[in-house]
């Protein structure tokens, strides 16, 4: 079974540039988060979404950071404008459910930095 | 401030060695997990634990949750190489469908 995947894997851009992240979540699938971890510190929950609707994004900074879900497969996840403390790995994962039992399963990242 | 601190941030070990990691809150949590995070990977799951004082043990790993459920141990006997990586844990504070709090990480490090 494939995992989630994402691109790019790594992003080097300047400060005040926009960016854009893609995730496919494992099929069947029907919750999707987005997580930023910053180096030496663990992942932080930037918003999760249910099918294509948004279950919580109290933690992402709104007035920069945009994501979407249209069809209710893949997402992106958009920094515009990108500022020097957005240098981080960002996270997708997946799960089959919203609920505790349900495992996320975690891409490889992609890392961001900002110049 | 890290609602859930995790000690050590570093730790780097001789093969053989055994060694545990601590995960430490004030707030009472409905369930714990623990993550291994290797470089250039996302966190994979270890475990879950919901019950207040449970044991698991996962080969040479115990995990164990504390009787209040603020409070988590992972344990490693005889570490090898393949144990290096970021650990992970992450609490639940509400009920199963609340999001998922990340605690600071524990970075090991087995040598030969």
């Known amino acids: 079974e494939a995992g989630v995947a994402q691109s790019p894997r790594y992003k080097i851009i300047e400060k005040r540039q926009s960016v854009a992240f893609w995730c496919n979540p494992i099929?069947?699938?029907?919750?999707l988060y987005w997580y930023q971890q910053i180096l030496g510190q663990g992942p932080k929950l930037l918003i999760q979404?249910?099918?294509?609707?948004?279950?919580?994004d109290s933690q992402l900074p709104k007035d920069r950071f945009s994501a979407e879900r249209l069809k209710g497969v893949d997402s992106t996840l958009k920094i515009q404008p990108a500022k020097l403390e957005d240098s981080a790995v960002y996270l997708c994962a997946s799960s089959f459910g919203a609920g505790g039992s349900n495992e996320q399963f975690f891409g490889p990242g992609t890392r961001l930095t900002v110049l | 401030t890290q609602l859930l601190e995790q000690s050590p941030q570093f730790l780097s070990i001789q093969e053989g060695e055994n060694l545990t990691v601590y995960c430490n809150s004030s707030s009472v949590f409905s369930s714990l997990q623990w993550y291994r995070q290797e470089p250039g990977e996302g966190p994979v799951l270890l475990v879950t634990?919901?019950?207040?004082?449970e044991v698991k043990k996962l080969k040479r790993l115990t995990f164990q949750f504390g009787d209040a459920r603020k409070d988590s141990s992972l344990h490693i006997t005889a570490a090898q190489p393949g144990d290096t990586g970021l650990y992970l844990c992450?609490?639940?504070?509400?009920?199963?469908?609340?999001?998922?709090?990340f605690g600071t990480g524990t970075r090991l490090q087995v040598t030969l």
């Open positions: 099929s069947g699938h029907a919750t």
């Open positions: 634990v919901v019950t207040g004082g």
């Open positions: 979404f249910q099918n294509n609707g948004v279950v919580d």
């Open positions: 992450a609490g639940r504070l509400g009920g199963t469908a609340s999001k998922l709090t």
